[in-house]
Each structure stands twice: as structure tokens, then as C-alpha cells.
């Protein structure tokens, strides 16, 4: 049975307005589908906020709560917002609909009327405002809640748009899963047995855990990591991995800070641990194996770019010509791109050919009609997370290193 | 039986497979089916079925997305998993969607493509009630 304080009663109630009583509404449904026992007071919410997830009808339902008077809708906690699906700079650019835009424009407006920071980014982790261990948190982005929960020690279960919106609104969310210490334990062991060296190759490692977990429920342990990874390198791997798995947590021993050692985050003794190397990266690969060579375009996206890979970017672009039948984009934070165009990045990405995208990810910039009208079906990415999502939208993708990616881009093709 | 659920009571034709779910990476939301060439049940129509799959898998999208499917009249009658995750929940919850998940079996293995279903969120109950 799930317990309410006064507080709580009182918002249900209705006596702090409409959009809190809605909100405390959906808090009940999903507690009681996962037996919560109360709720959890959060200090953040992220918000999923792309046109194409939302549509007609839920940026309608944003309007609703948005024409709600202003003590009644504002949020009560700060609260950020995930990529949106178009970059208004730079939208003509890649041909987007106009009808897409607008409506982009019509959420954004409501969001703004709610007291939601329009940060548009799915690195806030990196770039906003990193959490701190044991920190209760509402975040919407799969990439974002895995790094959180595992890197930082806070704790978020998967708040899509609705509950982080409810989270917000209210300042809390049920506390269950990844809340509790009884779900943050591992239940699987897997060994690294070769270093990924490449940004691509920790996503092929996450990727084949992902794919290797049952549900949410499970929590993947890994060891065999010397030396602590960049923040970019886990990024990339608790992306892939949170996407291919649906997984929120992991923990790598020795890196994250609730796994001193295998003993810290098993009940009784480890499973045995699977291996996991080169070749197990190069399968991977090679299931994203392309049919013939024509390129036609290249995203470094999914996560959005932090500062060092926009470096890495302008470096391998530096005085390169990107071939007239390939488009290459890459995109990142609004803060992010405003420090890249300071630092002369942009000018080396986009002197080259190249568009730099702020506030968005390129798979929820409606890609299926962005194929459509640019004619791209075969898309080279260095991110995991990306080829596995983009197929769905008709695409053909191909998952290779940036310098990889950036050397196709230059020559037009897929090079082998 | 499955654990308790959320939505209303519903019933209709089975769509199976022991395939995972994501709205975003598996759907063409315009067309109404299965898109991702890699999925069990690429190609099928999901519109008005009662999908049975096995894990929800992928990203945050589906919790907005199960709200405008239903909005537009392109949604399937009810979702019944081996396991959900928070965002189906989530989902549901904001579109009026029958979800069941957490069965005493493997509910892909239960039920046929074909079969005549009806689903009882609130008692966790999924009855055949015609095989296909």
C-alpha cells in the first residue's frame, strides 16, 4: 500500500492546481504497477522533449497544462530538457519540414510557460550539472540516467517525458528499482580481456552486455578495466549499453564508486565472469556490415559531442574537403557549440564541409523523413547507440571509429 | 496471471513473438507496423492487436509515443510483456493503455498470433478465449 504524506494527499487532492493533481495521478499508476511503497524527493528532473516522440497530441497536452495559471504549472524543482528534433539555426539546411518546426516551436513555448530550462542536451551529466552519489534524481534519457546512477552513484530509474514531467511538477517519484539499494546489486559478471581503444569499441563492449541482459532488473558487473576510462569512453559505453539492454546501472569494478571490488556488489559469491574482446568488437562490427560502398551520410551523434570529441572532430577535419555526394553532421549542447565556435572548432568542422548541430540528436530529428528528403539511406556513425537505433527508420548503418568514419566521409564511400 | 497492470479492461487478436519492444527503435508510427528489419515481426501491422512480446528494451521515447499512437487511432489494444520497464509504465499510464507484465509463465509462449485475448489490467488476468 502505497504511503502519501500531507503533502502529497493535499497535491492529489487537487489544492495546488491541476497540473500537480495530474501528476501525483500518473506518480500512483506507475508506483502502483511497481509496488512502490512511497515516494522519493528528487533534486532534478531531464525531460525527453523531441516533436516526434511527443507528436500532436502530446505537445497538445503541454499546451493544456501550460494555459493553467502560473502558480499552478510552474515546476518545483529544476528541470532540464533531453535533445530536441530540430536545430531552429539550422533545420533549412537539412531540409526538415516546416511543419515539424512549428510544432518543435509550439512545445518549446509551453515548456518555457512551465518553468523548464531548455538545455536540449543529453550530456548534462558532463555539461549542466553533474550529479553527486547517492543523489535521487528524475532523469529522461537512457545515456543520461546509466552514466548518473553508475558513474556518479545517483539514483534514477528511467523517467520518460510524462514521469520526469509529474517529477518536476511534484518534486518527487516512486521510490522503487534503482531508488533501492536492494536493486542496485549485480546480477551478472562479465571480464574485459582487451581495452577498448577506441570511442566505438566501448560501444560494441556495451552493446554485447546490453544485448546479453533479460530486463531492467539486471545489473551487469564488470571487471578487468585498468586504469580509469575517460568520462567519454564510459559515456559511450553506458549509452550502448543502456540502449541495447534497457539497463540503467552498472558497475565496473574499480571505476564506478559503489564497486570497491567483486565482493561490494554480490549477494554471496560472483557468477562467473564471460569475456569479453577484440574479436567479440569486431563481431559487432561486423554485423553492421554495409551491402555495397555509397556513402551518403556520416553522424557523430547519440550521445551528443562533448568538447573533446569536437576537438578530436576538427582535428581529423582540419583542411580536409568532405566529398560533394556525402553529408557529414555532428551534434552537440548549445554551451558546447557556442565554446566550439569561440575555439575556432566549428570553422574547422564546417570549413571542411561538415554542419555542427546544437540542442539536438539526430535520431529525434525525425530522421525517417530526413532520409526521405535529403535521399540518405547509408549512414556511417562511430556511435553504437546510433546504428542500433536507426535502423528502424530504413536506414542502413555502418559503425566504424571517428577517423574511420571521417577518411569515408572524405572519400565518399564506405572505406574497408 | 501477471502482475497487477495499468489501463483499461480490453480484448482482441494476439500479435506474438519472443521478440523485446521499443515504440522508437522497432515502429514506423505512421504506418502502423513493425519496421526494424531485424525484429521477429517485421513487417506485421500491430494496429488494434494485443501484442505479446518479451522485454522491453531501448530508450525513453515510448512513454510519449503510446499516448499520440492512441491519440491517432494507430495503437495496439494492449501490451503484454514478460517484462516491462519503467518507461512502458510510464507510457501507459499517460495514454490509457492496457499493459500487463510479470506472468506466473513465459507469455510468449501462452499465447498465439491469432488467438482471441481478453486483458484485465487491474486483476493482472489475460484469458484466451479463442485459440487461433
Known amino acids: ?416 | 496471471m501477471g502482475h497487477r497492470g495499468i489501463g483499461p479492461k480490453v480484448g482482441g487478436l494476439a500479435l506474438v513473438a519472443a521478440d523485446n519492444f521499443s515504440a522508437r527503435y522497432d515502429l514506423d508510427l505512421h504506418a502502423g507496423c513493425f519496421s526494424r528489419p531485424s525484429h521477429a515481426l517485421f513487417g506485421e501491422c500491430y494496429v488494434g492487436r494485443v501484442l505479446v512480446l518479451n522485454a522491453a528494451k531501448g530508450g525513453v521515447a515510448t512513454a510519449w509515443m503510446l499516448h499520440d499512437m492512441v491519440a491517432r487511432g494507430l495503437a495496439p489494444a494492449a501490451l503484454l510483456l514478460n517484462f516491462a520497464n519503467p518507461i512502458m509504465a510510464q507510457g501507459a499510464a499517460l495514454a490509457g493503455l492496457a499493459l500487463v507484465d510479470r506472468f506466473d509463465c513465459d507469455v510468449t509462449a501462452a499465447i498465439q498470433t491469432g488467438h482471441q485475448v481478453t486483458v484485465d489490467p487491474e486483476r493482472g488476468q489475460v484469458t484466451v478465449i479463442r485459440p487461433a
Request: some cysteine; hydrophobic content about 45%; aromatic content about 6%.
Open chain 1, 1 to 416: 500500500m502505497l504511503k502519501l504524506n500531507e503533502h502529497e494527499k493535499a497535491m492529489l487532492a487537487g489544492a495546488e492546481g491541476e497540473p500537480r493533481r495530474l501528476a501525483m495521478e500518473h506518480i500512483l499508476q506507475v508506483a502502483g504497477f511497481f509496488d512502490a511503497a512511497d515516494l522519493v524527493e528528487v533534486s532534478q528532473a531531464h525531460i525527453m522533449a523531441d516533436s516526434e516522440a511527443l507528436g500532436e497530441a502530446g505537445v497538445a497536452f503541454l499546451e493544456r497544462l501550460a494555459a493553467t495559471p502560473e502558480d499552478a504549472r510552474r515546476v518545483r524543482i529544476p528541470t532540464v530538457t533531453d535533445p530536441r528534433g530540430a536545430d531552429f539555426k539550422a533545420y533549412k539546411r537539412l531540409h526538415q519540414d516546416e511543419a515539424v518546426v512549428a510544432l518543435e516551436r509550439r512545445m518549446v513555448t509551453a515548456f518555457e510557460a512551465l518553468g523548464v530550462m531548455l538545455t536540449n542536451t543529453c550530456i548534462n551529466y558532463q555539461t549542466i550539472m553533474p550529479s553527486v552519489l547517492g543523489e535521487h534524481l528524475a532523469f529522461g534519457d537512457t545515456g543520461s540516467v546509466i552514466y548518473a546512477n553508475s558513474v556518479q552513484g545517483a539514483r534514477s530509474n528511467f523517467e520518460g517525458g510524462p514521469s520526469a514531467l509529474a517529477a518536476a511538477l511534484t518534486g518527487r517519484t516512486p521510490r522503487y528499482g534503482f531508488h533501492l539499494d536492494s536493486h542496485r546489486r549485480g546480477t551478472k559478471l562479465f571480464r574485459l580481456a582487451d581495452r577498448p581503444e577506441t570511442l566505438d569499441d566501448w560501444g560494441a563492449a556495451g552493446a554485447i552486455i546490453g544485448k546479453a541482459m533479460a530486463s531492467y532488473w539486471e545489473v551487469p558487473v564488470i571487471q578487468g578495466v585498468e586504469g580509469a576510462p575517460t568520462s567519454d569512453e564510459l559515456k559511450h559505453f553506458g549509452a550502448a549499453l543502456a540502449s541495447f539492454g534497457s539497463t540503467p546501472l552498472f558497475h565496473m569494478i574499480g571505476v564506478t564508486p559503489e564497486a570497491p571490488g567483486v565482493a561490494a556488489v554480490f549477494d554471496g559469491p560472483p557468477p562467473p565472469a564471460e569475456a569479453i574482446g577484440r574479436a567479440d568488437f569486431a563481431a559487432l562490427h561486423e554485423a553492421y556490415r554495409p551491402s555495397g560502398d555509397k556513402l551518403d551520410v556520416v553522424v557523430f551523434a547519440a550521445p551528443q559531442l562533448s568538447l573533446m570529441e569536437l576537438q578530436s572532430l576538427a582535428e581529423l577535419l582540419d583542411g580536409r574537403r568532405i566529398h560533394p555526394d556525402t553529408v557529414l553532421l555532428a551534434a552537440t549542447s548549445p554551451e558546447l557549440k557556442s565554446a566550439s565556435d569561440r575555439m575556432g572548432l566549428t570553422g574547422k568542422i564546417e570549413g571542411a564541409g561538415g554542419v555542427l548541430l546544437e540542442g539536438v540528436c539526430f535520431y529525434q530529428m525525425h530522421a525517417r523523413e530526413l532520409a526521405r528528403a535529403n535521399g540518405w539511406q547509408r549512414l556511417m556513425s562511430n556511435s553504437a547507440k546510433l546504428v542500433n537505433i536507426i535502423g528502424g527508420y530504413g536506414y542502413e548503418p555502418v559503425l566504424a571509429s571517428m577517423a574511420h568514419c571521417v577518411d569515408s566521409a572524405v572519400a565518399g564511400r564506405v572505406l574497408p
